[in-house]
């Protein structure tokens, strides 16, 4: 008890000699570690809503058929989960090439949709 008295008149002398009055810093050092929480918060919240934005697109490629290809070995390199079920790629190829049937032959091209990430 003796030792905080001393170090409150210490302080007080202080701040008499320079002619002014004594502060508290919690309010200084409240802000100071309250700084890297705030920016934490910011980042994370506009990097998210950067990645929200970052929708695919459906764009459209011409494949070419090789001998022994089928509609869906295709489908596994260009079907993604932007699709409801492989069945419905392949449906959407078979329009998209005006097919009656799933059967392809080789040397034929076909055109085959796919998502992907917004060009910049």
């Known amino acids: ?6 170090v409150k008149r210490r302080r007080a002398v202080v701040c008499k000699v320079r002619g002014r009055r004594c502060k508290s810093l919690f ?6 570690g309250f700084c890297p929480v705030l920016f934490c918060v910011l980042f994370f919240a506009f990097s998210s809503f950067a990645d929200a934005h970052n929708e695919n697109e459906k764009y459209y ?3 070419y058929v ?6 869906w070995d ?13 069945d419905e790629f392949i449906k959407e ?3 998209l090439n005006h097919l009656t049937s799933p059967e392809i ?4 091209y076909i055109i085959v949709p796919y998502y992907d990430a917004k060009p910049l």
């Open 66 to 71: 090789e001998s022994g290809d089928t509609l």
């Open 1 to 6: 008890m003796k030792r905080r008295n001393a």
């Open 105 to 108: 032959h080789s040397g034929c």
């Open 93 to 95: 190829v078979m329009q």
């Open 74 to 86: 295709i489908s596994d390199s260009y079907c993604s989960v932007d699709f409801a079920s492989r």
């Open 61 to 63: 490629a011409s494949v």
């Open 27 to 32: 309010p200084i050092k409240a802000f100071i």
